[in-house]
């Protein structure tokens, strides 16, 4: 294709590969559903209420492992020698595949989880209000807690997708063991930080006895710094590498690397 991009072909492209998907984004969806539903036979034995932040906390976890899953599942098959060739012949650009392909997995299959495992929850809450108490689309605003991780979500998954284009075999896992290699070098490269060009920093807190107090609930919390004293520029320094790296670096590099492999795919 000669045409970067063209808005006529891209929705056409999305139009066919959602329908060809349907089937297994209805699956993962019901998947998830089902177990939900499950839990209620559970809760009918036990005799005890499924509280709503345990429901809540299932909500976004099978959010998550939805979009952890979504490209294995629904592009498993585009570096496949023999399968992949179909998808390399559409008639679209390479611009086309690849948004068409984030539409789907980024968006379309997460969405479409989260809000049926949200429909059988109110179904369950309406049928069964002792055993489902309270509704959980009522406190998924009121928890903050909907999109507290989101962004480390979405930068997880773009590295599951750049996996599943770059290996042809055993994709999860090595994805997953690739992926804890790049952490360990991350935190290796912070290692040698403190060790070799901060040590002399390090020595005086060591003597000044002082206590540093950080949150690490999540990687945004790093940044709530207490009691550093000198160290304060230090560990803010520190602060801002990571989120240059993990927010800014390993986004655009995931990206970058799946349409480059998207673009020079061989069969």
Request: charged share 15%; net charge positive; hydrophobic share 50%.
């Amino acid at each position: 294709m000669n045409e970067i991009f063209s808005s006529n072909r891209f929705f056409k492209l999305l139009k066919k590969e959602v329908t060809e998907r349907a089937p297994m984004i209805i699956r993962i969806a019901g998947i998830f559903s089902l177990i939900l539903a499950g839990s209620l036979l559970n809760v009918i034995f036990d005799g005890g209420p499924l509280s709503i932040a345990s429901r809540n906390s299932y909500l976004l976890f099978a959010t998550f492992i939805t979009m952890v899953i979504a490209p294995f599942n629904l592009y498993k098959n585009y570096n496949h020698p023999k399968k992949g060739i179909d998808y390399v012949l559409l008639p679209a650009s390479v611009t086309e595949k690849f948004l068409s392909m984030l539409t789907n997995t980024v968006i379309i299959l997460p969405l479409i989880t989260f809000f049926s495992v949200l429909l059988t929850d109110t179904i369950l809450s309406t049928i069964s209000p002792s055993m489902f108490p309270g509704y959980l689309v009522s406190s998924l605003w009121s928890t903050g807690k909907l999109f507290e991780n989101v962004a480390e979500a979405l930068i997880f998954q773009q590295g599951c997708i750049l996996g599943n284009f770059l290996f042809k075999k055993n994709k999860i896992f090595k994805t997953m063991l690739s992926g804890a290699g790049l952490y360990v070098i991350l935190a290796l490269i912070i290692m040698l930080l403190f060790t070799v060009f901060f040590k002399e920093q390090l020595g005086d807190l060591n003597n000044m006895n002082m206590h540093i107090s950080i949150g690490c609930n999540s990687l945004s919390d790093l940044g709530k710094l207490e009691n550093t004293g000198g160290m304060g520029g230090l560990l803010k320094g520190l602060y801002y590498f990571v989120i240059i790296v993990f927010y800014v670096i390993f986004p655009a590099g995931f990206l970058t690397g799946t349409f480059y492999k998207m673009k020079t795919q061989q069969y």
